[in-house]
């Protein structure tokens, strides 16, 4: 086993600075560093450690410990080197008797009222405290408590005749991952600054004055539960003693091994330290070196790893003729057997399109790879979709349409140099919350923002962060609203002409601005239709337009619509409009789900193009394939996801290899799924848990976690960053042998041994993909495509001096109003979301302590539409759509409008998706959650429905114990 | 697929292509469909519209006559 070499992972003490060369000496050796920078940081850029406990590299300086101090020839005192900036020529000395005197006098003072249970303490061998005074050589504490004085500290919790201390405070263990022991605390102010500085929360604070002083969060009364703490982790990673510390090192002790690898949750794609003891994890960390999350975490990432080892994990393979009959643990040479001679037998009975699969945005790229290779190569037909499909596939077609390429144009760096801001039909404080934590400290430094939401999502206001302008849309509208942002644009002649006189294509631009200048596209005209005030979307205009570097971030709010393509076109037309392309700080970025879904999509998953976006009808495209294959490639486009259902209930699709994808409860119109599903003669599920798609499945394969394997991940930046095994599979194999050896029971002679070479076809056969290979990721951390020639070490900013297509083009985007529409039976309308501490179908969240956050889908509704429909805070309420009715419980809240009800859709108890429709997106079939036109009323409890499907999933997931 | 749901598609994709400028918006529809419909759902939609084509548009039956 190697790992991979961590780089300087030293606590520089103060964030690095830009600037111009400054010179100074350090202890008589010159260094040189940016203007701005701090003495501390000098000292460490030269090698040299200053002593200090308040500062971190991840915090600005703040110059409260008083353990830095150094001396600086022509200056008086001695200052903090933490906040005393560099200038040129300057000398500093780090050791002086003075200091050494100064510095063991304010470590004496600490550790008066510190406990000295160093030998036991869950931080011994990781707290910086111990260090400290190991570094100013501390020998004895002279302070005392007075005699008959009472105790005078925070540590002891009762002095020795047994009188309780006032002063001491029990430890707080409410949150399930972390403790807080006030009884350690130094009060250094680390955690309350990480809260605000890298989370953006300000949930701690510190109270009182003085010896009085002590971290809390939120109220007296609160403790971190209750308080508005999100458990990011950023507050335990600033502190430098055992105050604030993860429950795993409690139990565990100190890890000694880390390997760095990529979160498996969400498309912001954070790096982390998985820390070891052996093979078993102590904990994440984030990595600060990390492109992506520069240090920061959420709570899925950093804590929601418990899923990997739970008792519900399936490691065995399993098969079964009939889905009514309980499941068989076999060994994995039956399940492979079983499985090739069905899908076969299924291909020659019905024909060579009658089976397919569906690739994971949850896998790695070369797992992804493989499994569109096996339908392609081995199969003999294009059918395998993703998860995108019901996600951001109109981020591929409408982004391929405009720009020549679909995918996000900026890295996650370039927010920081932002001016305005437009979040349309994202909530990134719940499904992107690293993301959002950078977002809102650009926002903090004057950045406007401008969120188009049928809800008040908690960026609009929240602790320091406030949007210019709120539009909340009615669910449906969004074309008509972004077509309205242009009208502004275009009439009041706002727009960045030089730029779209050079970079777009000017005839297709007349054509446009004659389109959005018609009034009835005016604010004022659509004001009814979409109940934006005309005024504010006038203003949020002349912002975006004019405010300086205008960059637009959104989600599936603008995607699962009738017309999710055409408000992606919409929202690339505005970037070009007001020349936001092709520089830090603007851009179109799509806030991507799961976390490889950029890469599942850049690896072949639609079953019209294979990897690199490049479509199967084009004969020179298959031939490069094809002469690595030895294989021929079928020209026809595949079935999507809904046309494999469709085309399995007409009985032409008969078996399905699905890997880490839950289609049942993921996918809309549950019924309509399950009847999909229950048609077809083969349904392979690959995955670490009897899923609910695994209710209708014949043959169980177990998957393994993102722990268990090598492999990249490719996030909403481009970044391919790398995946490394930090323990062996549970289950046997990776996936991407599973899928090997499943290729192989079919005759396919593959043998891969290292996901390596599979990287080299990939980039063999991908013109974007062609300079990327494992030795180049392990320099430089991680990569952005396309990475070629051109672009040796990738592209960080897209269509830089030109679109990919060449001329960006205006497209037309004429608002059409969905079918689906609300009347007398169904008067409300249903959108759908995410909440921060579940992910997607929750079946990683929902086996972690994050359920104490959110055990329950709730169904959010406005105390108006409550109180006309006798609903109260709590109660069970029936929501019902023209395509089924479910229960959950209601919570009254204004963040939605009246007329609209919002729920999540991590539980399968609750199956949200019984109630969406199958409506979809003209271009790509991706489903329209986010309108669904509903009723509510009163209920005592599950449905009719609920009961059944609960009684057949169970029956479903009996196993036989093995045989002997 | 239920011929209510591919003509609800079948139109979809002809409703946004009629708002576009030009005057080959049949093609355009045929284009796409050629794309992104696997064979099986192309056949259905020429069979509906050899048989009447009801409920289809005008645009998206004209497409229909284009594809193969």
Redesign the interface.
């Known amino acids: 086993m190697k790992d991979f070499i961590i780089p300087d992972d030293r606590d520089m003490g103060t964030p690095a600075k830009t600037g111009a060369p400054v010179t100074l000496t350090i202890d008589g050796f010159e260094v040189t560093v940016p203007e701005g920078t701090s003495v501390m940081r000098a000292a460490a850029e030269a090698g040299i450690s200053v002593p200090k406990l308040c500062a971190t590299d991840s915090l600005e300086a703040f110059g409260s410990c008083r353990l830095c101090v150094v001396e600086i020839e022509g200056r008086r005192g001695t200052p903090a080197s933490c906040t005393t900036p560099v200038a040129p020529g300057m000398a500093v000395r780090t050791q002086s008797d003075k200091v050494r005197k100064l510095r063991k006098g304010v470590m004496e003072l600490y550790i008066s009222d510190h406990p000295l249970d160093c030998l036991t303490c869950a931080a011994n061998g990781d707290c910086e405290l111990q260090d400290m005074a190991g570094a100013v050589g501390l020998r004895d504490v002279r302070y005392e408590a007075p005699q008959n004085g009472g105790l005078a500290n925070h540590f002891e919790a009762r002095d020795t005749s047994g009188v309780a201390n006032p002063e001491w405070m029990p430890k707080d263990t409410s949150n399930p991952y972390f403790t807080y022991d006030p009884s350690k605390c130094i009060v250094c102010n680390r955690c309350v600054r990480a809260c605000e500085e890298v989370q953006g929360t300000f949930a701690l604070t510190i109270e009182g004055r003085g010896f009085d002083s002590r971290v809390s969060a939120g109220t007296a009364t609160d403790d971190f539960l209750s308080s508005d703490c999100v458990s990011c982790g950023a507050c335990v990673q600033a502190c430098p003693t055992a105050t604030l510390q993860e429950k795993s090192v409690i139990e565990m002790g100190t890890p000694d091994r880390s390997v760095v690898t990529t979160c498996a949750y969400c498309g912001v794609g954070c790096s982390f330290k998985a820390e070891l003891q052996g093979d078993d994890l102590v904990r994440m960390v984030p990595y600060k070196h990390g492109k992506a999350n520069r240090g920061h975490s959420c709570v899925k990432g950093r804590f929601a790893y418990g899923y990997a080892n739970h008792k519900d994990r399936i490691l065995n393979p399993m098969i079964r003729d009939r889905v009514d009959e309980p499941w068989r643990e076999v060994s994995w040479d039956e399940a492979l057997t079983f499985a090739a001679q069905k899908l076969r037998g299924l291909q020659e009975q019905y024909g060579r399109r009658s089976i397919g699969v569906i690739t994971s945005s949850r896998c790695t790229n070369e797992e992804t790879f493989l499994v569109q290779k096996l339908t392609r190569s081995v199969f003999g037909n294009n059918n395998t979709d993703t998860c995108a499909r019901v996600c951001h596939s109109p981020t591929g077609y409408g982004l391929g349409q405009a720009f020549g390429t679909s995918a996000g144009t900026q890295d996650f760096d370039s927010v920081e140099q932002t001016d305005v801001v437009i979040v349309i039909g994202a909530n990134p404080t719940d499904g992107h919350p690293v993301f959002a934590s950078r977002l809102k400290k650009r926002l903090r430094a004057g950045a406007k923002l401008i969120v188009i939401d049928p809800r008040r999502i908690d960026l609009v206001k929240s602790a320091h962060v406030e949007a210019a302008h709120h539009l909340p849309l009615r669910p449906g509208t969004n074309v008509a609203v972004v077509t309205a942002l242009a009208h502004v644009i275009v009439t009041e002649g706002l727009m960045d002409e030089e730029f779209i006189r050079t970079r777009c294509d000017w005839d297709e631009f007349q054509d446009y601005a004659a389109f959005v200048s018609d009034p009835r596209h005016s604010p004022e005209a659509v004001a009814l239709l979409t109940g934006v005030d005309p005024q504010d979307l006038r203003a949020a205009a002349r912002l975006f337009a004019t405010g300086g570097n205008g960059a637009i971030y959104y989600g599936l709010g603008v995607t699962e619509h009738s017309q999710g393509s055409t408000t992606v076109m919409g929202i690339a037309n505005l970037a070009m409009l007001t020349g936001n392309m092709g520089r830090p700080g603007v851009g179109v970025n799509p806030l991507r789900g799961q976390n490889n879904v950029q890469g599942s999509c850049d690896m072949g998953s639609f079953p019209h193009e294979l990897p690199g976006y490049r479509h199967v009808k084009n004969a020179d495209v298959r031939e490069m394939f094809e002469a690595i294959w030895g294989t021929e490639i079928d020209p026809e486009p595949g079935l999507r996801i809904p046309n494999m259902l469709d085309a399995a209930v007409d009985g032409t699709f008969k078996g399905l290899y699905c890997q880490g994808e839950d289609i049942l409860q993921s996918d809309p119109d549950t019924r309509h799924v399950a009847a999909g599903l229950a048609a077809m003669e083969c349904v392979i599920v690959h995955d670490l848990f009897l899923n609910e798609t695994a209710n209708y499945a014949h043959v169980f394969l177990p998957g393994s976690t993102f722990l268990e394997k090598d492999g990249t991940f490719t996030n909403a930046e481009r970044r391919i960053n790398r995946v490394r095994e930090v323990m062996k599979p549970l289950n046997g194999y990776a996936d991407w042998e599973v899928t090997q050896l499943l290729a192989n029971a079919m005759g396919a002679g593959w043998h891969y041994t290292h996901p390596s070479q599979i990287m080299d076809e990939i980039a063999a056969t991908t013109p974007s993909f062609a300079g990327v290979d494992y030795a180049l990721l392990e320099e430089q951390g991680s990569v952005q495509w396309p990475c070629n020639e051109e672009h040796p070490e990738g592209t960080p900013l897209m269509h830089v001096d030109g679109f990919v297509r060449g001329k960006g083009r205006f497209i037309v985007t004429e608002y059409v109003a969905t079918d689906e529409k609300t009347g007398p039976r169904f008067p409300l309308l249903l959108t759908t979301g995410r909440i921060l501490s579940q992910y997607n179908v929750g079946a990683q969240t929902r086996r972690t302590d994050n359920v104490v956050w959110h055990e329950q889908d709730l169904l959010e509704i406005h105390p108006h539409d409550a109180e006309t429909r006798g609903v109260k805070e709590g109660d069970w309420v029936k929501l019902a759509s023209r395509s089924g009715e479910t229960t959950l419980r209601a919570r009254l809240t204004d963040r939605v409008s009246p007329g609209v009800v919002y729920t999540t859709f991590h539980h399968p108890d609750t199956q949200a998706n019984v109630i969406t429709t199958d409506y979809s997106d003209w271009a790509t079939n991706c489903p329209e959650y986010k309108v669904t036109a509903v009723q509510i009323s009163p209920s005592n409890g599950p449905t009719d429905w609920q009961e059944e499907y609960a009684a057949q999933a169970e029956r479903s997931r009996r196993i036989l114990p093995a045989a002997e | 697929?239920?011929p209510e749901?591919m003509v609800?598609?079948a139109n979809?994709?002809a409703?946004?292509f009629k708002?576009?400028?030009g005057d080959d918006q049949a093609e355009k529809v045929a284009t796409?469909l050629?794309?992104?419909?696997?064979?099986?759902?192309r056949s259905q939609l020429r069979d509906y519209v050899a048989q009447g084509g009801e409920g289809l548009d005008d645009i998206a039956v004209r497409a229909a006559r284009l594809i193969a």
């Open positions: 697929m239920s749901k609800h598609m979809q994709i409703t946004f708002t576009q400028p796409h050629q794309d992104f419909w696997d064979p099986r759902m």
